[in-house]
């Protein structure tokens, strides 16, 4: 049995350091979206190893059509997702 991802989001936000609290602060924010994300797909209690290869695509899109995202802030929160994914393939 793998790791929920809201639990990785939770060891992400608690182990990875960063030297500026708006970097952090707006990482958070990524990661909660993300999460939002989840919940409207019914995928909250999804497991990181059954994340489909195109989450981000997928996750872009909702950014997008469901939320109204500005194309800076769909950047930065994909940017984040891909960060936290290659975090949890590595631990």
Do not use: C
Not at 33 to 42: C, G, H, I, K, S
Not at 44 to 67: A, S
Request: net charge positive; charged share 25%; no cysteine.
């Amino acid at each position: 049995m793998g790791t929920s991802v809201t639990d990785a989001i939770n060891t992400f936000k608690n182990n990875v350091q960063f030297e500026n609290k708006n970097t952090q602060r707006l990482y958070f924010r990524g990661l909660d979206a993300f999460a939002e994300y989840l919940e409207d797909q019914d995928l909250k209690t999804i497991e990181t190893t059954q994340l489909e290869k195109n989450i981000v695509v997928q996750f872009g899109g909702w950014m997008k059509d469901e939320r109204g995202y500005a194309v800076p802030t769909r950047r930065l929160y994909i940017s984040v997702l891909r960060a936290a994914l290659r975090f949890w393939r590595a631990n």
